[in-house]
């Protein structure tokens, strides 16, 4: 069944023409190809076989599409994208706190105190905003998107580390994370920022193979 396989591998390569990820996107399929002949012990006929594939991943002619429509999003503006939801996430928090410890607003006293009572949730919740970071670039750029991953990881990372060492080094008075910065807390939120980058690969390897 090698001629079914070359020949769809062939007419893709063709579609794809000067495609920056070809190579990569050809051996990938090719690699799908495989397991569906695995499973295809029971197919002798070859054009039956060529319309399997087909049938498993879509034709030469949609796949081509697919990754030329990929192309068209720009990786820069998905990186600052997500640079500026988590500078929007980071700067949303910090005016809330702001505000919690200037203003004696009730409304706000009532907020602050909800948040603050369920910072498990909060985590989760921005756990699976880098999770979507990452599936979204591998979904988007596929084999091209880990550089721009790692990249846009860096430079999301700068707002939490920034957070972290102004409330080390108590630049921001503790009492103002009260009743949340506790050492169990920070132990906490140390753990969650080593696991971020491997949340967002796991991610990007999810919308990776999604995107096939």
């Known amino acids: 069944m090698e001629r079914p396989k070359n020949r769809f591998l062939e007419e893709l390569g063709q579609l794809l023409g000067s495609h920056q990820d070809k190579e990569e996107i050809l051996l ?8 569906i002949l695995v499973e295809s012990y029971d197919c002798q006929d070859e054009n039956a076989f060529f319309e399997r594939i087909n049938t498993r991943l879509g034709s030469p002619e949609e796949i081509a599409e697919m990754w030329k429509q990929e192309l068209s999003v720009t990786p820069s503006h998905m ?14 928090g910090s005016l809330l706190t702001l505000a919690h410890n200037l203003y004696e607003w009730k409304w706000l006293s009532v907020v602050w105190s909800h948040l603050t009572a369920i910072p498990t949730l909060i985590a989760i919740l921005y756990l699976f905003f880098w999770a979507l970071l990452g599936y979204e670039i591998g979904k988007g750029f596929g084999h091209g998107g880990k ?9 999301s990372l700068i707002p939490n580390l920034v957070l ?16 949340l910065l506790t050492k169990t807390f920070i132990i906490a939120c140390i753990f969650f920022t080593m696991i971020l980058y491997p949340i967002s690969l796991l991610g990007y390897r999810w919308g990776k193979k999604a995107s096939i």
Do not use: C, Q
């Open 28 to 35: 990938e399929y090719e690699s799908h190809i495989d397991e």
């Open 79 to 92: 990186k600052w994208l997500f640079i500026f939801l988590n500078i929007l996430f980071f700067g949303g």
């Open 147 to 155: 550089v721009l991953l790692r990249k846009t990881f860096l430079l």
């Open 164 to 179: 972290m060492v102004l409330t080390v080094f108590e630049i921001i008075p503790h009492k103002w994370f009260a009743p």
